[in-house]
Structure formats: structure tokens, C-alpha cells
């Protein structure tokens, strides 16, 4: 499958000359009819590529919307939103798809994996959508990372909640993204789920040296991280 747009993907050695992540006074209004809801107002913030972050913040204060807004599924209402100093507004939207696919991989509550595809396909989508070769064995392996070895062919309604967020991280983990972001990881997770997920995170940016963003409300998981970035109200306390 070729996917056609202006974008190139850089060396990873370039990629670290720029900021990871860039939100200059970006705004997010959600309208619908006369109601607003504002779920960012200014929000400035800058994560240096190579950042293990952790993304506090009351619910409701705009933690997802920021992640969403990262990864491009959404667009800001105002502000520039900038991944690896691609401005995201500049791509279309297979340009946005591309960019995503190859760099981008995204651990969130819901929407993580497709219903009819086993462990194992699930994770082998995300590496071809990335354009990746050996998709089945790598899929395998990044699986056995995450102690998933022997749920390789099950699917997702036949694994429990913490086993599905171990496949996403497995997919993060297969496809060498360059920048991941993580939406309560470990958020139902019990002790020893939360500690792998945390092995697993800290791997990703200490052995593939990508960019860790992860919204959380896990002390353990916060003092983890190289920096904590809080959202109060729609901007960075
Ligand atoms: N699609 C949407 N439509 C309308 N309002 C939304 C939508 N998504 C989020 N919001 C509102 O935006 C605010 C921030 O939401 P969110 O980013 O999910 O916060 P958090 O993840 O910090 O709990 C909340 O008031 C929420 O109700
Ligand atoms: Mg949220």
C-alpha cells in the first residue's frame, strides 16, 4: 500500500534537533448548538524528543484532549499543534495518516485494537500500517515481551482490560514509534500489571529512544517519569 503525501520521514539523529512536542496557545472548543466547552484555553508546552513525561491533572482539566490533539485525531479550534516541528495543520489528511502510522503510537482507553483481529493481527496491522516488514514476527515477539505469548491468538473481547492495554503497548513496542502517547496506561490495572506496563514504557525511550507522553493518575507511574507536565482548566499549571 503507498500512501501518497509531502511527507518524508527524517533520521531519528534529526528528529532529536527539535522539540517532540510543541503546543503554542493552542485552544479546543467542543460546540454542540449553543452549548461550548472549552477543554483548552492557551495551552503552551513543549516535550524535548527522548522525554519520558507524565501528564497530570484533575478530570475534565483537558489531559485527553491534549493527547488527541498530539496525535492529530483532532484539530485545534485555535494555536498550532507541532510533532517533531511538522506543523500537523500543513498535512491533509492522508499526509496526517501517513504521519501517523509511521511515528505516532497511541495507547488510549478505548479504540485501542480492532474486535475481529486476534493479539497477534492487531499488533501485526499496527507495523504494516507503518510500513514495516517482518509485521507476523515481530508482532510475535513484542507480544512475548509484554508476557502475551500465550494470548497470541485470542481476541480482544476474549482478553481482560489490562491484557488489552499490553497489546497496544506491544504495538507501540513493534513499531519503534517515535513518539507515544498513553491515556491512563495503567489506569485499571492491578500492582504487577501497572509495573509491567511501566517496564515497557521506560523501555520504549531507554532501549528504542522514543518520546513517552502518558496522562496518569498513578503516583508510582508520575515518579517515573523525567518531568511532570500538569493541565488545570484547558492550560499547563
Ligand atoms: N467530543 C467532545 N464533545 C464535547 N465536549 C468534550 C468532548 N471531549 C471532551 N469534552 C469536554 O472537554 C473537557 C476536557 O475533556 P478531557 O480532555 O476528556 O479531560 P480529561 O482527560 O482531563 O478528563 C471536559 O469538560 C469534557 O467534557
Ligand atoms: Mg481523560
Redesign the pocket.
Known amino acids: 500500500m503507498e500512501v501518497t503525501s509531502l511527507y518524508r520521514e527524517p533520521p531519528r539523529e534529526q528528529e532529536r534537533a527539535t522539540a517532540a512536542v510543541e503546543f503554542l496557545d493552542v485552544f479546543?472548543i467542543?460546540r454542540?448548538g449553543p452549548a461550548e466547552?472549552v477543554?483548552l484555553r492557551g495551552l503552551d508546552l513543549r516535550i524535548e524528543a527522548g522525554e519520558f513525561v507524565a501528564v497530570l491533572?484533575?478530570?475534565?482539566?483537558?489531559?485527553?484532549?491534549?493527547l488527541?490533539l498530539a496525535a492529530g485525531l483532532e484539530q485545534p479550534s485555535a494555536g498550532e499543534v507541532r510533532v517533531f516541528g511538522q506543523p500537523l495543520d500543513r498535512l491533509d489528511e492522508a499526509g496526517l495518516a501517513a504521519f501517523r502510522a509511521r511515528r505516532i503510537a497511541i495507547i488510549f482507553q478505548s479504540e485501542n485494537l480492532l474486535p475481529l483481529l486476534t493479539a497477534r493481527e492487531n499488533v501485526a496491522t499496527a507495523v504494516r500500517l507503518g510500513h514495516r516488514p517482518n509485521a507476523r514476527s515481530l508482532a510475535t515477539t513484542a507480544l512475548g515481551t509484554v508476557d502475551l505469548a500465550p494470548r497470541v491468538t485470542h481476541r480482544p473481547a476474549q482478553l481482560s482490560g489490562g491484557e488489552q492495554q499490553r497489546v497496544a503497548v506491544a504495538a507501540a513496542l513493534a513499531r519503534d514509534a517515535s513518539l507515544v502517547l498513553a491515556?491512563e496506561p495503567t489506569g485499571e490495572l492491578d500492582l504487577q500489571n501497572e509495573r509491567r506496563i511501566l517496564d515497557e514504557l521506560r523501555r520504549l525511550r531507554d532501549e528504542l529512544g522514543s518520546t513517552v507522553v502518558t496522562?496518569t493518575h498513578s503516583p508510582r507511574l508520575a515518579s517515573t517519569a523525567d518531568r511532570v507536565i500538569e493541565?488545570r482548566d484547558?492550560r499547563a499549571a
Not at 491533572?57 to 491534549?66: D, N, V
Open positions: 479546543r467542543y454542540s466547552t477543554a491533572g484533575p478530570s475534565g482539566s483537558g489531559k485527553s484532549t491534549f488527541s491515556d496522562v493541565i484547558g
